[in-house]
């Protein structure tokens, strides 16, 4: 089944629960922000998404600088770090098996549904 960590808050998180809608997926919709997001689960997202830790946060985010995490280099206190303030990564991010992608555009998740 398909997930998406998805904030309903966010345009982009909408839009792309309307595209899993729209091509009558079903989905299962985590608001991490109400939820939060587990160490061993953003380990889990980057390994399906094939990127580093870093290429999920939200850089622009005035959070990011406050946490000086681009002075950090030890991965594993990145993923604790994210855990605690999950409002620096970037969502929506929609996994379906061994796939996934970053919402952003939401037309990027098409490619894995």
Known sequence: MIKIYHNPMWSKSRKSVEILE?????F???????????????????KILKVNIREIIRKSDKLFKQLNIEN?????????????????????IVINGDAG??????ENIKKII
Do not use: F, H, Q
């Open 22 to 26: 729209y091509y009558k997926k079903k």
């Open 28 to 46: 299962k919709i985590v608001n991490y922000m109400k939820d939060g997001i587990s160490i061993s689960e953003l380990k889990n997202i980057t």
């Open 72 to 92: 950090i280099y030890d991965e594993d206190e990145i993923y604790e770090i994210l855990s605690k303030n999950i409002k620096i990564i970037e969502r929506p």
């Open 101 to 106: 992608a970053i919402g952003r555009p939401p």
